[in-house]
């Protein structure tokens, strides 16, 4: 009888069996290296967001600078309170008498239909009809 590991090796079976073992091992590095690019796209993902957090918090702080500044508050004071630094002399301008912008228009156009005579006597005569 020959050699039974000579038989076992050359054997169909013997074959059969390390392909397989082959195969799996191959599977599990594919499925390492996928799990190990998910992970990176993952982490590249986390590092650009964590990117954009930083720039947003870089705004928000400059935001806080600035809210917390006196000229902020001064701002504030001015438009919103109306209040004026002392020595300042406060400036009101009135607005047009009506704020419908069509009527703005119509009286617009109706001066541009008027004489330039007619215009100048209304000017120096103080007739504004």
């Known amino acids: 009888m020959g050699n039974p590991i000579k038989k076992l090796i050359n054997s ?15 599977l599990g590095c594919v499925r390492l290296y996928y799990e190990d690019y998910q992970v990176n796209e ?16 870089l705004k928000l702080l400059d935001v806080l600078s600035y809210v917390q500044s006196k ?17 300042e002399k406060e400036a009101i301008i009135n607005s047009p008498e009506t704020t419908d912008i069509g009527q703005v ?3 617009v156009i109706e001066l541009e239909q008027i004489s330039n005579p007619v215009k100048w006597w209304r000017y120096f005569f103080n007739n504004n009809d």
């Open 12 to 26: 169909k079976i013997f074959l059969l069996v390390l392909v397989g073992i082959l195969v799996l091992i191959v």
């Open 42 to 57: 993952q982490i590249n993902k986390l590092n650009e967001e964590s990117d954009n957090l930083e720039a947003k918090k």
């Open 71 to 87: 000229a902020y508050v001064e701002e504030k004071a001015r438009t919103e309170l109306g209040l004026i630094k002392p020595g």
């Open 105 to 107: 228009e119509n009286k």
